[in-house]
């Protein structure tokens, strides 16, 4: 059955610092990836998709991801970290069935040291 | 645009009491999904539809009706609430499905039941 895994519950990480969040998949056929932000109270905000193509994809605020597909992984980094960028970061894979639903991780809280 | 809203935001209710959770998108969007997040549990697809007029079951859907009447609305019940099912409950739409459609989220509703 399809799953993603995010294997750290929590982080923390120092401002200024580099950010990398892991993210695992299972899924038979060609994944379509996804990393949202939720901020507190807030909703999910797309960060980054991946389709096909380059397997090193930007998004906004300064992210990046990579797709490996021999790793079944699709991690998040950043190369400098700002207190602002605390939030709990879901990856998520679309699967082929209930209307194309999206599988989510269990998320990973990010906490920055000031 | 407004995107995707979600009335209420917050609610409180006692077991066996009944509710309606609306979903408004103005992005003229085919496809609307309902989750719910659960504490460590990433979101899980409750019902879904593709199209106006149409609904089906996700992956917890126990519990729960959904109506689609029209395109831009899709509304959740709960019929007799029960503790099992506070969550924070999250709507999203999509245009369509698959490569480069990308779904949209609400700012979501907290929902106990006491």
């Known amino acids: 059955a399809q799953s993603v895994t995010q294997p750290d519950i929590h982080i923390t990480v120092s401002e200024g610092a580099s950010l990398e969040l892991r993210c695992n998949y299972s899924?038979?056929?060609?994944?379509?990836l996804f990393w949202y932000v939720q901020s507190p109270g807030q909703g999910l905000q797309l960060l980054l998709k991946?389709?096909?193509?380059?397997?090193l994809v930007q998004g906004i605020k300064g992210f990046e991801a990579e797709f490996k597909r021999s790793q079944s992984s699709f991690n998040l980094r950043k190369p400098s970290v700002h207190w602002s960028d605390a939030a709990e970061y879901f990856c998520?894979?679309?699967?082929?069935?209930?209307?194309?639903?999206?599988?989510f991780g269990a998320g990973t809280i990010l906490r920055v040291k000031s | 645009n407004a995107g995707v809203t979600q009335t209420p935001k917050f609610r409180v209710l006692k077991t066996g009491q009944s509710m309606t959770l609306l979903c408004a998108q103005d992005?003229?969007?085919?496809?609307m999904y309902w989750y719910r997040q659960d504490p460590g549990m990433g979101l899980r697809l409750i019902h879904y539809?593709?199209?106006?007029?149409?609904?089906a079951k996700g992956e917890v859907p126990d519990g729960y009706n959904v109506s689609r009447l029209k395109k831009q609305n899709f509304l959740l019940g709960l019929e007799s609430a029960a503790p099992s099912q506070t969550s924070v409950y999250f709507c999203?739409?999509?245009?369509?499905?698959?490569?480069?459609?990308?779904?949209?989220f609400g700012p979501g509703t907290r929902l106990t039941v006491l």
């Open positions: 998520a894979v679309e699967v082929v069935e209930y209307g194309n639903k999206l599988v």
């Open positions: 992005m003229n969007h085919e496809y």
């Open positions: 991946y389709f096909s193509g380059d397997t």
């Open positions: 539809s593709v199209g106006e007029g149409t609904t």
């Open positions: 899924y038979g056929a060609t994944p379509y």
């Open positions: 999203a739409s999509s245009y369509l499905a698959g490569v480069d459609n990308e779904q949209f």
